[in-house]
């Protein structure tokens, strides 16, 4: 997903923080939210690489974000969510993969029982299989 929503959220944030802070009993939420504003911009700026290394951090202050400034929780959220899916999708091609060797190993296994293949043969296409 695009990191432009994380930044958004923490401007957002910002912005609403500091528009919070102009009374004493605003700026007790405000300051949570210039802070989660801030840390949230930041990490929008951060290349891919690291920004799955906080993605810990972003669900902290999504869920801060959540309960003081609804919106930027949500975009947060958001971003947070389509982060797990991407991930998510690349560990469901490396199971489909793990499925395909075992299925590959149990038709070989098969052609052995059955004695269509030899010893060898079985034992140079097993090896293949699980280079792959």
Same mark, same amino acid.
């Given at each position: ?40 911009? #930041?990490? @929008?700026?951060?290349? /891919?690489? !690291? ?10 202050? =999504? ?34 993969? #793990?499925? @395909?060797?075992?299925? /590959?190993? !149990? ?10 293949? =030899? ?14």
């Amino acid at each position: 997903m695009d990191k432009s929503v994380l930044k958004i959220a923490g401007i957002f944030a910002i912005v609403l923080g500091i528009l919070a802070c102009f009374t004493l009993i605003g700026a007790i939420i405000g300051i949570p939210m210039i802070i989660g504003g801030y840390k949230i911009k #930041n990490i @929008s700026a951060l290349p /891919d690489e !690291e920004i799955e290394k906080q993605k810990d951090t972003i669900l902290i202050w =999504t869920i801060v974000l959540l309960f003081i400034c609804q919106l930027s929780g949500i975009l947060c959220l958001v971003y947070y969510l389509s982060m797990g899916n991407y991930s998510s999708s690349s560990n469901s091609s490396n199971s489909k993969t #793990n499925d @395909s060797k075992y299925d /590959d190993l !149990e038709k070989l296994d098969k052609l052995y029982k059955d004695k269509v293949i =030899t010893k060898e043969e079985f034992e140079a296409e097993k090896k293949r299989i699980l280079n792959q």
